[in-house]
Protein backbone atom coordinates (compact mmCIF):
# COMPACT_ATOMS: atom_id res chain seq x y z
CA UNK A 1 0.00 0.00 0.00
CA UNK A 2 1.29 3.73 -0.48
CA UNK A 3 2.54 5.24 2.18
CA UNK A 4 5.22 8.64 2.72
CA UNK A 5 6.52 8.01 5.94
CA UNK A 6 7.86 11.47 7.53
CA UNK A 7 10.56 12.46 9.84
CA UNK A 8 9.66 13.63 13.25
CA UNK A 9 9.30 16.88 14.99
CA UNK A 10 11.42 19.53 15.42
CA UNK A 11 12.26 22.88 17.60
CA UNK A 12 14.50 25.64 15.98
CA UNK A 13 15.84 28.94 16.73
CA UNK A 14 15.04 31.59 14.32
CA UNK A 15 17.74 32.20 11.63
CA UNK A 16 18.17 28.23 11.88
CA UNK A 17 17.66 25.56 9.27
CA UNK A 18 15.48 22.26 9.80
CA UNK A 19 15.28 19.77 6.95
CA UNK A 20 11.91 17.44 6.78
CA UNK A 21 12.57 14.07 5.36
CA UNK A 22 10.08 12.06 3.36
CA UNK A 23 10.10 8.15 2.42
CA UNK A 24 7.38 6.58 0.02
CA UNK A 25 6.72 3.09 -0.46
CA UNK A 26 3.96 1.03 -2.30
CA UNK A 27 4.58 2.62 -5.33
CA UNK A 28 7.24 3.21 -8.08
CA UNK A 29 8.74 6.42 -6.84
CA UNK A 30 9.83 8.01 -9.91
CA UNK A 31 6.54 8.01 -11.78
CA UNK A 32 5.08 10.33 -8.90
CA UNK A 33 5.80 14.61 -8.43
CA UNK A 34 5.69 15.09 -4.41
CA UNK A 35 4.54 18.54 -3.37
CA UNK A 36 4.78 20.07 0.15
CA UNK A 37 2.30 21.59 1.76
CA UNK A 38 2.30 23.59 5.22
CA UNK A 39 -0.40 24.59 7.86
CA UNK A 40 0.55 26.98 10.63
CA UNK A 41 -1.71 26.44 13.55
CA UNK A 42 -5.13 27.44 13.31
CA UNK A 43 -4.77 28.08 9.62
CA UNK A 44 -4.96 26.86 6.21
CA UNK A 45 -3.16 24.56 4.14
CA UNK A 46 -0.31 26.44 1.93
CA UNK A 47 1.59 24.83 -0.75
CA UNK A 48 5.14 24.74 -0.64
CA UNK A 49 6.50 23.34 -4.09
CA UNK A 50 7.03 20.66 -5.95
CA UNK A 51 10.11 18.38 -6.93
CA UNK A 52 10.06 15.57 -9.77
CA UNK A 53 11.07 12.50 -8.45
CA UNK A 54 11.94 11.34 -12.44
CA UNK A 55 14.56 14.52 -12.81
CA UNK A 56 14.67 16.54 -9.81
CA UNK A 57 13.21 19.90 -11.15
CA UNK A 58 11.32 22.03 -8.76
CA UNK A 59 8.60 24.44 -8.88
CA UNK A 60 8.78 26.46 -5.61
CA UNK A 61 5.64 29.16 -4.25
CA UNK A 62 7.16 32.70 -4.91
CA UNK A 63 7.02 33.49 -1.43
CA UNK A 64 9.41 30.71 0.14
CA UNK A 65 12.37 31.10 -3.10
CA UNK A 66 15.40 31.60 -1.84
CA UNK A 67 14.71 29.53 1.60
CA UNK A 68 13.66 26.74 0.36
CA UNK A 69 15.05 23.64 -1.45
CA UNK A 70 13.61 20.46 -2.15
CA UNK A 71 15.85 17.22 -3.15
CA UNK A 72 15.03 13.32 -4.28
CA UNK A 73 17.20 10.38 -3.23
CA UNK A 74 16.00 7.55 -5.92
CA UNK A 75 18.35 5.38 -4.25
CA UNK A 76 16.22 5.77 -0.75
CA UNK A 77 12.74 6.60 -2.57
CA UNK A 78 13.25 9.98 -0.09
CA UNK A 79 11.85 13.45 -1.00
CA UNK A 80 13.68 16.41 1.21
CA UNK A 81 12.29 19.81 2.42
CA UNK A 82 14.72 22.10 3.65
CA UNK A 83 13.64 25.41 4.65
CA UNK A 84 16.59 28.33 5.82
CA UNK A 85 16.10 31.41 8.29
CA UNK A 86 13.67 30.00 9.89
CA UNK A 87 11.16 32.64 11.33
CA UNK A 88 8.50 32.08 14.16
CA UNK A 89 5.91 32.51 11.59
CA UNK A 90 7.02 29.40 10.32
CA UNK A 91 5.79 27.32 12.95
CA UNK A 92 3.81 24.73 11.12
CA UNK A 93 2.97 21.39 10.90
CA UNK A 94 4.18 20.79 7.23
CA UNK A 95 3.45 17.68 4.69
CA UNK A 96 4.63 15.70 2.25
CA UNK A 97 2.06 14.62 -0.86
CA UNK A 98 1.86 13.01 -3.90
CA UNK A 99 0.51 14.20 -6.82
CA UNK A 100 -2.24 12.33 -8.44
CA UNK A 101 -2.49 10.98 -11.44
CA UNK A 102 -6.19 11.57 -12.57
CA UNK A 103 -6.21 14.74 -11.72
CA UNK A 104 -3.22 17.72 -12.20
CA UNK A 105 -2.43 19.34 -9.16
CA UNK A 106 -4.12 17.14 -6.61
CA UNK A 107 -2.52 15.20 -4.16
CA UNK A 108 -3.79 11.70 -3.27
CA UNK A 109 -1.86 10.29 -0.54
CA UNK A 110 -0.20 12.20 2.32
CA UNK A 111 2.29 11.85 4.95
CA UNK A 112 1.68 12.03 8.56
CA UNK A 113 3.09 15.81 9.04
CA UNK A 114 5.95 17.07 11.18
CA UNK A 115 5.60 19.82 13.58
CA UNK A 116 7.98 22.41 13.08
CA UNK A 117 8.36 25.08 15.99
CA UNK A 118 10.76 28.04 15.67
CA UNK A 119 11.11 29.71 18.90
CA UNK A 120 13.84 31.30 21.12
CA UNK B 1 -1.85 33.83 -7.37
CA UNK B 2 -4.90 32.70 -7.74
CA UNK B 3 -6.93 33.76 -4.71
CA UNK B 4 -9.55 30.98 -3.06
CA UNK B 5 -12.24 31.98 -1.02
CA UNK B 6 -14.97 29.44 0.91
CA UNK B 7 -18.27 29.99 2.56
CA UNK B 8 -19.30 29.90 5.29
CA UNK B 9 -16.38 29.77 7.44
CA UNK B 10 -17.66 27.37 9.70
CA UNK B 11 -21.69 26.09 10.14
CA UNK B 12 -23.28 23.89 12.22
CA UNK B 13 -25.69 21.40 11.08
CA UNK B 14 -27.29 17.84 12.42
CA UNK B 15 -26.69 14.08 11.50
CA UNK B 16 -29.51 13.59 8.27
CA UNK B 17 -29.24 17.70 7.16
CA UNK B 18 -27.64 18.47 3.75
CA UNK B 19 -24.96 20.63 3.50
CA UNK B 20 -23.58 22.60 0.89
CA UNK B 21 -20.02 24.82 1.02
CA UNK B 22 -19.15 27.15 -1.58
CA UNK B 23 -16.02 28.05 -2.99
CA UNK B 24 -14.95 30.92 -5.36
CA UNK B 25 -11.39 31.61 -7.50
CA UNK B 26 -10.42 34.61 -7.96
CA UNK B 27 -10.13 34.13 -11.51
CA UNK B 28 -11.40 31.17 -14.11
CA UNK B 29 -10.01 27.71 -13.19
CA UNK B 30 -11.78 25.95 -15.58
CA UNK B 31 -12.79 22.66 -13.38
CA UNK B 32 -9.59 22.74 -12.12
CA UNK B 33 -10.81 22.52 -8.43
CA UNK B 34 -10.12 19.81 -6.01
CA UNK B 35 -11.98 19.15 -2.34
CA UNK B 36 -10.18 17.73 0.68
CA UNK B 37 -11.72 16.86 3.72
CA UNK B 38 -9.47 17.26 7.28
CA UNK B 39 -9.63 16.43 10.73
CA UNK B 40 -7.68 17.64 13.56
CA UNK B 41 -4.22 16.16 13.87
CA UNK B 42 -4.57 14.82 10.53
CA UNK B 43 -3.53 14.79 7.14
CA UNK B 44 -5.96 15.88 3.85
CA UNK B 45 -8.21 13.45 2.04
CA UNK B 46 -8.84 13.74 -1.14
CA UNK B 47 -12.85 14.01 -1.39
CA UNK B 48 -13.44 15.50 -4.89
CA UNK B 49 -11.27 15.77 -7.70
CA UNK B 50 -11.51 17.99 -11.03
CA UNK B 51 -14.94 19.69 -9.31
CA UNK B 52 -17.00 16.86 -9.74
CA UNK B 53 -14.91 13.66 -9.84
CA UNK B 54 -15.50 11.25 -6.54
CA UNK B 55 -12.58 10.12 -5.46
CA UNK B 56 -12.42 5.83 -5.72
CA UNK B 57 -13.53 4.73 -1.64
CA UNK B 58 -15.50 8.28 -0.87
CA UNK B 59 -19.26 8.00 0.14
CA UNK B 60 -21.80 8.95 -3.03
CA UNK B 61 -22.88 11.23 -0.19
CA UNK B 62 -20.10 14.08 -0.94
CA UNK B 63 -20.63 15.70 -4.74
CA UNK B 64 -18.76 18.39 -6.22
CA UNK B 65 -20.10 20.74 -8.86
CA UNK B 66 -19.15 23.96 -10.75
CA UNK B 67 -16.69 25.26 -13.39
CA UNK B 68 -14.87 28.66 -13.89
CA UNK B 69 -14.88 30.59 -10.59
CA UNK B 70 -18.07 29.10 -8.63
CA UNK B 71 -18.03 25.85 -7.06
CA UNK B 72 -19.75 23.62 -4.49
CA UNK B 73 -19.69 21.04 -2.55
CA UNK B 74 -22.73 18.96 -0.87
CA UNK B 75 -22.96 16.67 1.49
CA UNK B 76 -26.34 15.16 1.03
CA UNK B 77 -27.15 13.29 4.57
CA UNK B 78 -24.60 14.14 6.90
CA UNK B 79 -23.04 11.41 9.16
CA UNK B 80 -20.97 11.31 12.36
CA UNK B 81 -17.89 10.79 10.58
CA UNK B 82 -18.70 13.97 8.46
CA UNK B 83 -17.29 16.58 11.19
CA UNK B 84 -14.50 17.68 9.58
CA UNK B 85 -13.24 21.17 8.01
CA UNK B 86 -13.38 20.88 4.44
CA UNK B 87 -10.96 23.02 2.01
CA UNK B 88 -11.21 23.41 -1.78
CA UNK B 89 -8.13 23.42 -4.04
CA UNK B 90 -7.07 24.99 -7.84
CA UNK B 91 -5.30 23.12 -9.40
CA UNK B 92 -4.72 25.81 -12.48
CA UNK B 93 -1.87 27.48 -11.61
CA UNK B 94 0.66 27.16 -8.34
CA UNK B 95 -1.87 25.17 -6.09
CA UNK B 96 -3.54 27.64 -3.58
CA UNK B 97 -6.17 26.17 -1.13
CA UNK B 98 -9.05 27.84 -0.01
CA UNK B 99 -9.28 28.98 4.19
CA UNK B 100 -11.33 25.94 4.72
CA UNK B 101 -15.69 25.30 6.11
CA UNK B 102 -15.27 23.77 9.71
CA UNK B 103 -18.53 21.71 9.87
CA UNK B 104 -19.52 20.94 13.71
CA UNK B 105 -22.45 19.36 15.56
CA UNK B 106 -25.70 21.39 15.75
Known amino acids: QVQLVQSGAEVKKPGASVKVSCKASGYTFTDYGVSWVRQAPGQGLEWMGWISTYNGNTNIAQNLQGRVTMTADTSTNTVYMELQSLRSDDTALYYC?????????????WGQGTVVTVSS | DIQMTQSPSSLSASVGDRVTITCRAS??????LNWYQQKPGKAPKLLIYAASSLESGVPSRFSGSGSGTDFTLTITSLQPEDFATYSCQQSYSSPTFGPGTKVDIK
Open chain 1, 97 to 109: ARDYHKAQGAFDF
Open chain 2, 27 to 32: QSIGSY
